[in-house]
């Protein structure tokens, strides 16, 4: 249900409430006056008294919106108007029907409960008045009685339920919300795997052709002709776009964390590193390995992936180290390179640093990016652990002893 129909359920329930207010209010009181012989200064003060009590309604309740939970201070004014009322005019006693008005809805028993007392109220003022009570006139208060308590009873569990239909309607609609992020996510994940397929079976497969025809070429040249040294040169921008296309299908389809958790996937990226550019990398973990959501994971195996990209395309680094850190309810994640650095105040961000930034405020973490001229790079990230208790996720035992050789996962003891 949208909002605004919400507020306009609330509001036309509230005028319904404080349209019976006035009229049992009124109905009581000239009720009263008719029905009896009253002086002047008796009548007036009834109506004067009947005016207080509606004053000091439309005041809390009206104004002051106390509709939907009525305040003490309005309810103790508005008995102890009545309380007067009664004591002057014992006819008057109907009146704490309007005096009850705002608790019919949110507090039903306390409604009927006080009905039944006015009921019994009245009968021992008749008997008082006229020394006995009829069977008619007892079975009438008894009958009246009733139906009022029936009526409050009934319009309180008819507001009961409208709220728990509310209630679930709210939950249907955060699951409807809920469903469709998770729909856009699988289709976005869909699209970039098939993008990867797609890069995969063309550019990177032309290149892989090209370079071997140039290198085919290459052979039937003599060495050190100009053709030849036209079809290294060709060959080179073929295999530098080759391994582009690869690290670009890379991106798109990061390592499966299918088959193993973030620590090892981020290991998987170092050795990769180190296998193809030489560049001593390396992953350290410590504290306790606790699982993520897969799509976590997923988001923060493309951010360190991008770090590491960045390290091997610009920095120019010799060591590159990844620290993923379990501090109990969150996870913090350190790239560092010794590279050339840069000034982060003076360089616009480029479309690299904006997507991590992004993949990180999704996860509704903190992103940062600490550098400088010839100081290398640090990106540090941290986000939230899941707070339900979840299994931990087993070190294996490449992870349990530190390797000499770059690439592999150094694991420090847990804290």
Not at 71 to 84: N, T
Request: proline fraction near 5%.
């Amino acid at each position: 249900m949208a909002l605004g129909q919400v507020w306009e359920k609330e509001r036309w329930k509230a005028v319904g409430q404080h349209a019976f207010f006035a009229v049992v209010l009124t109905l009581s009181v000239l009720g009263a006056l008719a029905g009896t012989d009253l002086t002047t200064g008796t009548a007036l003060l009834g109506i004067g008294l009947a005016v207080g009590i509606a004053a000091w309604y439309a005041y809390w309740i009206v104004l002051r919106g106390g509709a939907d939970r009525p305040p003490l201070p309005y309810l103790v004014g508005a008995l102890a108007g009545w309380v007067i009322m009664a004591v002057v005019d014992p006819a008057l006693l109907p009146v704490a029907l309007a005096v009850l008005t705002p608790y019919w809805l949110r507090r039903a028993w306390w409604s009927a409960g006080g009905v039944l007392v006015l009921g019994g109220a009245w009968s021992w003022q008749r008997f008082s008045t006229d020394g006995s009570v009829g069977a008619r006139t007892l079975t009438g208060c008894v009958l009246a009685t009733a139906v009022a308590v029936t009526i409050v009873c009934y319009v309180a569990t008819l507001d009961h339920e409208s709220h728990k239909r509310q209630r679930l309607l709210d939950e249907l609609t955060a699951t409807q919300a809920e469903r469709a992020a998770t729909e856009r996510q699988a289709g976005t994940l869909a699209e970039r795997q098939r993008l990867a397929r797609e890069v995969h079976d063309t550019l990177t497969q032309g290149f892989a052709s090209i370079s071997m025809l140039l290198d085919a070429a290459r052979d039937d040249l003599p060495p050190d002709s100009r053709a030849a040294r036209r079809v290294e040169q060709a060959m080179r921008t073929a295999r530098d776009n080759l391994a582009e296309s690869r690290r670009l299908v890379q991106a798109l389809r990061p390592a499966s964390l299918d088959r193993t958790h973030l620590a090892e996937a981020v290991r998987e990226l170092t050795t990769r590193l180190t296998e193809e550019t030489g560049i001593e990398a390396y992953t350290v973990v410590t504290g306790k390995p606790m699982a993520l959501p897969p799509s976590s994971e997923g988001e923060l195996l493309r951010v360190v992936q991008e770090a590491l990209t960045n390290a091997r395309r610009h920095a120019h680094a010799v060591s590159v180290s990844v620290t993923l850190s379990y501090l109990g309810d969150l996870l913090a994640i350190d790239i560092q390179d010794d590279g050339t650095g840069f000034a982060p105040a003076a360089r616009h961000a480029g479309i690299g640093l904006t997507t991590m930034r992004e993949r990180i405020a999704a996860l509704d973490g903190t992103f940062a990016v600490e550098s400088g001229a010839g100081e290398g790079t640090t990106v540090a990230v941290t986000v939230p652990l899941p707070t339900e208790p979840s299994a931990s996720v087993p070190a294996g035992p490449a992870a349990a002893e530190a390797s000499p050789v770059a690439g592999t996962e150094r694991m420090a003891p847990a804290p």
